[in-house]
């Protein structure tokens, strides 16, 4: 199962922070500050060292917690497609500081001494986006290895096993903090899946994220313009000599392809119409539906 179209289309708040854990993380590593990174019990409480905890959510301790965390979000970017960019960014705040707040509070209740520094990285809200993942995503194909059952989603719990593993105690804190987090998203606590910011805020990130620049805009204009220079057939009062195309034939999606759609809780018809425009791939077919439902 893949999360929807290539690339970061839709999903500038995504590209944002994919971008932001890069950077933190290469910048720390060459700097030789990732140990230094995140944050402990003393850090907060005796040395009131609060900058490392807008910091250390950015930067991965390493450069596998990297590959695997910038994997996640990368698929994850599904969610902010479904939701929108300006309910997203709500999305991502609330669980970033309610998983940062638990996160805390256990430090101070706990103080392990295991737990003198914890790991660095978006796992609060990686971990947050599992909750979504869980509930909202459906399973589309089962398969065996070796008499084990796996599903398409298997791999993505998998990644998430790797990650949440990654530094033992440390990061399993950190990515029970972000599951509770995004269960506190999906009860709806205070009607936060009802709030969203203006979209002005969202259309910035997309500016920021994806610039326009002077050579596109004038090459644009420029085709633009020529195309409008160039006399068409009508004026011309020339007709084609070439045959006509034959009117593209619309595929009947198998029924078999339905019934697995419509027992993922999907309308019948509005499968059917999701096949048609995916070609009878299911995946693309499952994505159609769950954008769809978004808006």
């Not at 990686?126 to 194909?141: A, E, G, K, N, Q």
Request: aromatic share 14%.
């Amino acid at each position: 199962m893949n999360g929807g179209p290539s690339g970061f289309n839709n999903a500038p708040v995504t590209r944002i922070i994919v971008i932001a854990c890069a950077l933190f993380t290469i910048t720390f590593g060459i700097q030789g500050r990732t140990k230094n990174a995140p944050f402990s019990y003393q850090d907060i409480f005796n040395k009131f060292q609060i900058w490392k905890l807008i910091v250390s959510p950015f930067g991965f301790s390493s450069t596998p917690e990297l590959i695997f965390g910038a994997y996640l979000l990368y698929y994850f970017r599904v969610f902010e497609r479904q939701i929108g960019s300006s309910k997203y960014m709500v999305f991502v705040m609330f669980s970033g500081i309610i998983s940062s707040v638990i996160h805390v509070l256990v430090l101070w209740l706990v103080k392990d001494p295991t737990l003198q520094v914890l790991t660095s990285g978006p796992y609060g809200l990686i971990f947050s986006l599992f909750v979504p993942f869980y509930f909202d995503i459906p399973i589309s194909t089962r398969f065996r290895v070796f008499s084990l059952k796996f599903s398409d989603k298997s791999f993505i719990y998998l990644a998430g096993l790797q990650l949440l593993l990654s530094s033992w105690k440390r990061s399993i804190l950190l990515g029970i903090c972000g599951i509770l987090a995004g269960s506190l998203y999906h009860l709806n606590v205070f009607r936060i899946r009802r709030i969203k910011f203006p979209d002005s805020v969202a259309s910035s990130f997309s500016r920021l994220s994806w610039p326009t620049t002077g050579n596109d805009i004038s090459s644009a204009r420029s085709s633009t313009n020529g195309f409008r220079n160039v006399p068409s057939l009508s004026s011309r009062n020339v007709e084609p000599n070439y045959p006509v195309p034959a009117p593209m034939v619309t595929l009947e999606p198998h029924e078999e392809s339905i019934a697995t759609l419509v027992v993922m809780g999907f309308d019948r018809n509005a499968a059917r119409q999701a096949l048609i425009r995916a070609r009878n791939d299911v995946n693309a077919a499952t994505n159609i539906l769950l954008e769809s439902q978004a808006h």
